[in-house]
């Protein structure tokens, strides 16, 4: 029988709930059921990242013992129990399942509970508040010229001989890319689905790489201050811009930063831009300074060893005054057109300083929103050897969230029932400052995962509960180009086919359509509070704010559910979880279903 109790998802025991703000305080309870008389104290134990432990002594209460923190510092905290007896013998609490606490005898035991103080608020644009975004690889999205005749005149590339054709790479022995193949779209043929697009319901673009490049993921970049040739002009960029904004519409760039291509003008490998251009062609090039050599030429330092990504020194000055100087850097230019937020590539591999320099860029312009590639939780994220403050206020507003697709592929394909996807769900918002976590980008498929539909076995009826989720999660959704038409893929490059225009599936389409329609008419779901019930079939996402409650139920099994009575509650007040009770006493789910409900 457990004679520690705490939970910190409860105000009973800790309040605020989740993250808090420097300078503020957090109070923790903790009930202990030993005789008062045999203990000699109770504390608890709180420690920044690596740094030394600091232990506070908690007053008795009652039953309950309470101590009043102040943090003052931005970081990452952790935190634990401990009943000290008279007889020296020690009690340990710490982290259990979701916000439960767990005892145990032996330090060693202990896992402690993670408590995110942040500097700062990170901004939340009303139009970003709004958002439903739409990733588009441009490649494969869109011929907009009347032939269809494809831009540009790359070397040594080839050409699909039709849309429906499967993508590939076409590799020598040593499975090096050879020729870069390509289906031909661009920013015209963008411009041209802007219809469709509002039509959706969708309201923001976020284009992968358009910058001048070899490949067709153009993540290797020959020239930042270009539009690459086979995407189209500078003018065909800007009247995607000016279009985009006339129909009320946004468009997000990703920025790609920690490393260039190898026959870019800065490098120039091949010696495209001149026999005597560039940092691998000449010692004397202003660009030699940006890259590491350990051999010259031949040898540098790349991104993951890929010869054809050499990094760039982000130390360098002459490097960080050109991507975000106050004037005439690669930020500065497509900003001054009109983009209203950059994506930015590897995140974890460009510091923090450098971030924090291209958030105070954007900083001069109004509602410019700044997302990291970051893979994991970002409020606990150690890369090259320390914590990184993507979530202290200062650089990054949010991060496209990885960690929600994992939980939505991984409950829908029973890999993990709904109690431990609401544990995990719950633990992200716990650990995330709330705008932040309101501001990361919600995927269930990128250009560099499966697509949804083959992540889900091709089972179109749990598409459809993966996309309901997806709208009703906190954070900003984020359609994979495709996704919402049933496109299906596997891996890179299978996920990058061309969209199935004249081949949609529309009664997917029709049923993603009215998810937007149903996010955007509800505060709820755009901007509040989390709550969950679930079961091992039953997944229910409650949002509130102070005006209204609404929840989202899904069953992911292939028989009927009857909600009551096969669920449990994480994060709810008594008399919301009367409430819901009433409501759902006579609630039955059908197979693969879901339903939403105004409470």
Known sequence: MANLHFNAWTQQYKKPFGAIHAGNEVSLGLTVDFPAEKIDRV?????????QPVYYRMEKRGQTYKCHITITTAGCYYYFFQVVFKNQRIRYLGKGCGGEGKECDKFADVKSYQLTVYASQTQRPSWYRDAVVYQ???????NGNDDGHVNGNKKNILIYGHHDDKPMYVKDDNNNIQRWTFYGGNLKGITQKINYLKQLGVNTIYLNPIFQADSVHRYDTNDFMKIDDMLGTEDDFRELVNKLHA???HLILDGVFNHVGQ?????????????????YRNRESPYYSWFSFIKYPDKYKSWWGVVDLPTVDHHNQHYQQFIYGRRNSVLSKWNDIGVDGWRLDVADELSDEFLTAIRQNLNHYSDKILIGEVWEDASNKHSYGHRRAYTDGGNLDGVMNYPVRK???????????GVETGYQLMTQWENYPRNFWLNCLNNIGTHDTKRIRRGLGDNIDLVKLAFRLLFCFPGIPCIYYGDEAGLDGGVDPDNRRFYPWGHQDWDLVNFVSACIRERKKSDAFKDGNLAVMAGKDLLGVIRYTPASTEICLVNRSDKPLKVAGNYQLMGVTVPVKQMIADHLANLTLPAYGSQLLKL
């Not at 026959?263 to 940092?279: L, P």
């Open 43 to 51: 504390e608890v134990c709180l420690t920044k990242d690596s740094e």
């Open 136 to 142: 588009i690889f441009p490649d494969s999205f869109a």
């Open 247 to 249: 129909n009320g519409m």
């Open 263 to 279: 026959n870019s003008r800065y490098f120039n490998r091949n010696g495209q831009y001149g026999a005597n251009v560039g940092a």
């Open 407 to 417: 939980m939505i592929i991984n409950f829908l394909t029973g890999k993990q029932d």
